[in-house]
């Protein structure tokens, strides 16, 4: 039997939070250019921008992605966290989307389509290396289906092209 090792951990980066920082500054602007038109009491508005934007500062941060030998998880939550696992012999196929801002900054979205019920479809937003993490989980996803002698099958049409065979 062998042992899980831990083959790669991180989290998102925060550039996934631009447009939300961005809203958060020229609210923030809008605020402070009504405050000085008004009263100063107006200031006392910013409480909202500056804390929905560290809010979502914490809720990226807090996300993580772990890839272990046997499967992979994904922990989130601020306060109370919520972990979703799905084993590695589950992961049926696999995209990496790279858009521009994010090529740019050498950042890219792997896509997971999974056999998983709970979680078909696992997303890991803005990560460095995308190629290299899609290769340590393709040659892990593998070896695993080999060492368990698990296959996909999949399976066009809908329940009823099951209805017409005859029992045996």
């Given at each position: 039997?062998?042992?899980?090792?831990?083959?790669?951990?991180?989290?998102?980066?925060?550039?996934?939070n631009f447009h939300?920082?961005?809203?958060?500054?020229?609210?923030?602007?809008?605020?402070?250019?009504?405050?000085?038109?008004?009263?100063?009491?107006?200031?006392?508005?910013?409480?909202?921008?500056?804390?929905?934007?560290?809010?979502?500062?914490?809720?990226?941060?807090?996300?993580?992605?772990?890839?272990?030998?046997?499967?992979?998880?994904?922990?989130?939550?601020?306060?109370?966290?919520?972990?979703?696992?799905?084993?590695?012999?589950?992961?049926?196929?696999?995209?990496?989307?790279?858009?521009?801002?994010?090529?740019?900054?050498?950042?890219?979205?792997?896509?997971?389509?999974?056999?998983?019920?709970?979680l078909p479809e696992l997303e890991?937003?803005?990560?460095?290396?995308?190629?290299?993490?899609?290769?340590?989980?393709?040659?892990?996803?593998?070896?695993?289906?080999?060492?368990?002698?698990?296959?996909?099958?999949?399976?066009?049409?809908?329940?009823?092209?099951?209805?017409?065979?005859?029992?045996?």
């Amino acid at each position: 039997m062998s042992t899980e090792t831990n083959l790669w951990s991180n989290s998102p980066s925060q550039f996934i939070n631009f447009h939300k920082f961005l809203m958060g500054v020229a609210v923030s602007t809008a605020v402070i250019t009504a405050a000085c038109y008004t009263s100063y009491y107006v200031l006392y508005a910013l409480i909202l921008p500056v804390g929905w934007t560290l809010w979502q500062y914490l809720v990226a941060r807090c996300l993580r992605y772990e890839l272990t030998s046997e499967r992979i998880s994904l922990r989130t939550g601020v306060f109370n966290q919520q972990v979703n696992e799905v084993e590695l012999y589950r992961i049926k196929d696999t995209t990496i989307q790279l858009p521009f801002l994010l090529r740019i900054l050498k950042l890219g979205t792997l896509v997971l389509v999974t056999s998983d019920r709970p979680l078909p479809e696992l997303e890991l937003k803005a990560i460095r290396r995308p190629r290299e993490v899609r290769d340590i989980l393709r040659t892990n996803v593998e070896r695993l289906r080999d060492l368990k002698r698990v296959r996909e099958v999949d399976f066009e049409g809908g329940d009823d092209d099951f209805e017409n065979i005859a029992p045996l």
